[in-house]
């Protein structure tokens, strides 16, 4: 082998080798900053712009969004499809306060309690995508009941108070990021205890009753013949959380609902 010949096959190699380096950099990059919806768009949203979706907020209440209008969503808010989602709390707060324009006057944005709101069902809407719409139809079902109970039992307790009808709204978005966490146990079995939970449960359950006697008998605001009828009201719901919570899972994710929004 001459050495022109020998010259010109190390150029090629290392010219090969920089372009290899420079492949690999690129793709890194757009790892670091893809979610899933890069590989995904098609499926996560296919059809015609004007086709409506319609998500339900099991409360009575419906938002609608063609999915023209959910592409512009996702487009500004990436994070509602990460590969590895947050709670919705971590979510909403890495989200950047950007107003969409969805045409016919309509936005979505950040920049109200309402518009929270908002962000937090179609956060579960895309969500329930990954977690599976009718695998989890029951844990999913199940979760949105109790921590609509809790939170029904806290906003009766506060004589509703002024938090109570946006948390509500944002029940979908805590119940979904929890069937996420089920979802995502299958492997390491964190949820799965060997022993029995009756005592957890029963102390939870008595801490639930002794809180409502509690705060029902020295509220200033109810007449006291009023007070046991609220009682009843009130340790009814308590009975539909206990036969609600069959196993570790609930529990847990009850007791965390609680302890982290009220």
């Not at 150029?11 to 372009?19: R, Y």
């Not at 306060?97 to 579960?124: H, K, M």
């Amino acid at each position: 082998m001459n050495r022109t010949l020998l010259l010109i096959m190390i150029a090629t190699l290392f010219s090969c080798k920089n372009s290899a380096i420079k492949k690999n950099d690129n793709s890194k990059d757009t790892i670091s900053n893809t979610h899933v919806l890069a590989n995904k768009e098609p499926n996560i949203i296919s059809g015609n712009e004007t086709d409506m979706v319609y998500i339900s907020t099991d409360d009575g209440d419906t938002l609608g969004y063609t999915k023209g209008e959910l592409r512009k969503i996702l487009k500004a808010f990436p994070e509602l499809t990460d590969e590895f989602p947050r709670p919705p709390d971590e979510s909403y707060a890495s989200a950047k306060n950007i107003r969409v324009d969805l045409g016919n006057n309509s936005t979505f944005s950040l920049d109200c309690e309402l518009c929270r709101d908002d962000y937090y069902r179609v956060y579960a809407y895309f969500l329930k995508m990954s977690d599976g719409n009718e695998q989890y139809k029951v844990e999913r079902e199940r979760l949105i009941k109790l921590y609509r109970d809790i939170g029904f039992i806290t906003a009766r307790l506060e004589n509703w108070g002024n938090g109570y009808g946006h948390l509500s709204r944002r029940i979908l978005g805590y119940a979904e990021y929890s069937v996420y966490r089920l979802s995502a146990d299958k492997n390491e079995g964190y949820f799965k205890k060997s022993y029995d939970i009756k005592k957890q449960k029963a102390l939870y359950i008595a801490m639930l009753k002794q809180t409502i006697d509690d705060e029902v008998n020295n509220d200033t605001e109810t007449l006291p013949k009023d007070k046991p009828s609220r009682k009843k009201e009130l340790l009814k719901t308590v009975d539909e959380i206990n036969s609600l919570i069959t196993d570790y899972f609930y529990l847990k994710m009850t007791q965390q609902f609680q302890s982290s929004n009220y």
